[in-house]
């Protein structure tokens, strides 16, 4: 028999292989969604993906699929303005794209009508598993996404970090910001306790990140 490492190791790694084959298939955008009444039926799990506007969400959406024109990126803040939904056929699993929050430029009765329907979207869906809420490696936690931590840790709803272009600095930076942005979450009840790194560009952090998920839907399965 192996030691209790190595079948930490062989679990690792088949997920990571899990993850490389559950990404390695072809995903859609399948529709935008600005309602709650015409978001698909409940019927295979949802991971979310949040995070304030040019924090690289339709990136690293690209990255994870491998796809580089699945999510339309722009450089203009606030270019997703609704819940966009990804599907691969016969994955049992539905990429949810929220709208980018934190924004000044766009009018305040057009962010409050997107911040009501994602908290409609976070306490009202059953079959999301996880939100993965994105920081920018650079600037760490801001004022702006406390606000959605806390948005989710009163639904309830399972989050957690992935700090994206962590390629644009260097290790001791990504390090002490690691520290930093742990420390806050410890204090969260519903935050993961892991973080992820990633960089789009570089691929850095894609397969802990597809592996991450493809545990989520094993588990999801049982």
């Known amino acids: 028999m192996g030691a209790p490492d190595d079948k930490d190791d062989d679990r690792a790694a088949a997920f990571r292989e899990a993850g490389r084959l559950l990404f390695a298939r072809p995903w859609v955008f399948r529709l935008g969604v600005v309602g709650l009444d015409t978001l698909p039926p409940a019927d295979r799990i949802e991971i979310a993906f949040a995070g304030r506007s040019n924090v690289g969400k339709s990136s690293l959406l690209n990255a994870l699929t491998g796809q580089n024109g699945l999510a339309r990126t722009s450089n203009t803040p606030g270019r997703t303005q609704e819940i966009n939904v990804f599907e691969s056929e016969g994955s049992g699993l539905r990429l949810i794209d929220m709208p980018g929050y934190g924004f000044a430029q766009a009018p305040k009765a ?22 993965f809420v994105l920081i920018d490696s650079r600037h760490g936690i801001k004022a702006v996404d406390e606000t959605i931590l806390d948005l989710l840790d009163t639904a309830a709803v399972s989050y957690q970090v992935v700090l994206t272009k962590a390629d644009k600095i260097g290790a001791k930076a990504l390090d002490e910001v690691s520290a930093k942005v742990l420390a806050k979450l410890a204090k969260r009840p519903a935050a993961h306790p892991d973080l992820l790194a990633t960089s789009s560009e570089k691929g850095t952090g894609m397969d802990d990140l597809r592996a991450t ?3 989520l839907l094993e588990q999801s399965s049982h």
């Open 110 to 131: 057009k962010v409050e009508a997107w911040t009501r329907l994602i908290k409609q979207y976070l306490q009202g869906r059953p079959n999301l598993r996880r939100v």
């Open 213 to 215: 998920i493809a545990e």
